[in-house]
């Protein structure tokens, strides 16, 4: 089966199965860009969280690292309250930890150029954390992924360690970066949206152009390397200037004019 | 130029350059991990940070987004004590903030291959947010990343927002983190060296076999295709069961016996 075929299968299954996540439904905010991608050939979503404010009850291993099996206390996706928190506390008997986690994404590309394209969007709309895996059978993935992140323990064996006042006061927090997430999933939105413009014109233009020469069809792959360079430094590096010689381009998605 | 030249080239300038970084060398608990990569051929390390305990004093925009330009009150890569962070906070006018950040390393790598070993050593040590990107000129990178981390707001406009008791817990944590921290970075060093051994074992092989048969170097070239299946789930992802159907391989690195 060649490569292209073989993607298909893969993306029919995929699209096919029922969806086991505990919501069961993709998060609502995320439904547009998930939409998108999937209405394109060359990608399917194998899973995503439009971002969400979680209250954990977990208990940690001398190392420090939450055991698999925390409880659940709260978990919005919407802006969230004091009064919602204070309710969940009540139930937390091990070290309850707030955290925002942003949005999140994983999509299957046919090709480690599409790859690069939507790693290109994920990077210039502020999700710097994102990569890419290669897998088995070249399965080829993008995880976007940003460094927007918030996670506070508030209880230590179900003791309060923090006053009301500071849980509001983390709550706007939290509800900014959740406002700022969905205005990068909105970025991302449109930054998709042109680059499968911009592709679709592009196509349209290589096919003529195969049709006439074959010399441009070399020219066209020699393109194909020249792919743009996403940055890939986290807000913990900022500093590290000049560290990796990468930074995002302006000229995004050029490659495929 | 052919790639190896081109890639012998970037190592000899990047490594050849000063360190940028505000500290200006590699931190201690990094240095093994980057000097065994440096020894190889087919990589070299571009920046690195092996993982710290922060206390920053951001103005935040109205997005809940920090400003470029925030104020390090203290920055540790040792466990930390509360009278420290207390004295640091003195420091603070705007909104202080303690961050744990976890190992980061970027690794520019020979071919895509290399970067998919490389991926395998970070996921299965526990580095579960790395992921490749692919830039300009086919420069191929790995980000080393983790989901390790710890963001707590702690003052407000100047205003402590929490107890010193609060500090002391949230420390006990950080330091957990780093403790556990340095473990992955243990473990990734190990994992390197093992699939550096067997790499140098599996192409003494390929060569006496290239030299008997062309046969071989076809069915090499197959099996190199067949790499393994890294999981890029993140921490909060664990839970959509059978989200993307990765899963980190136990065999890591049999592609290259």
Avoid at 138 to 150: D, E, P, Q
Avoid at 235 to 254: M, N, R, T, V
């Amino acid at each position: 089966m060649d490569r292209r075929a073989e993607f298909g299968r893969w993306k029919a299954q995929s699209l096919g199965k029922a969806d086991l996540s505990r919501k069961g439904s993709v998060d609502e905010d995320a439904v547009r860009v998930v939409q998108l991608l999937n209405a394109q050939e060359e990608f399917f979503t194998t899973s995503s969280c439009a971002g969400r404010i979680l209250l954990l009850d977990a208990s940690t291993s001398d190392s420090g690292i939450q055991k698999q099996h925390c409880c659940w206390l709260l978990v919005t996706h919407k802006p969230c309250v004091k009064d919602d928190v204070m309710a969940a506390l009540k139930g937390a008997t091990s070290n309850a930890v707030l955290k925002f986690e942003p949005f999140i994404l994983h999509v299957q590309c046919q090709t480690l150029q599409d790859a690069q394209t939507l790693h290109s969007a994920a990077v210039a709309s502020g999700f710097r954390n994102s990569g890419i895996t290669v897998g088995k059978r070249g399965k080829t993935m993008l995880a976007v992924r940003s460094t927007h992140g918030l996670e506070v323990p508030l209880s230590h064996q179900g003791k309060l360690m923090v006053t009301e006042e500071y849980i509001e006061f983390l709550l706007t927090i939290a509800n900014q970066k959740m406002e700022e997430n969905k205005k990068r999933i909105e970025r991302f939105y449109n930054c998709l949206q042109q680059a499968m413009e911009r592709k679709a014109i592009s196509s349209s233009h290589s096919e003529t152009k195969e049709k006439n020469s074959l010399l441009c069809t070399h020219k066209n792959k020699r393109n194909q390397g020249k792919a743009h360079d996403p940055s890939i430094t986290e807000d913990h590096e900022k500093e590290l200037e000049g560290a990796d010689g990468l930074g995002i381009s302006a000229a995004l998605f050029s490659e495929e004019d």
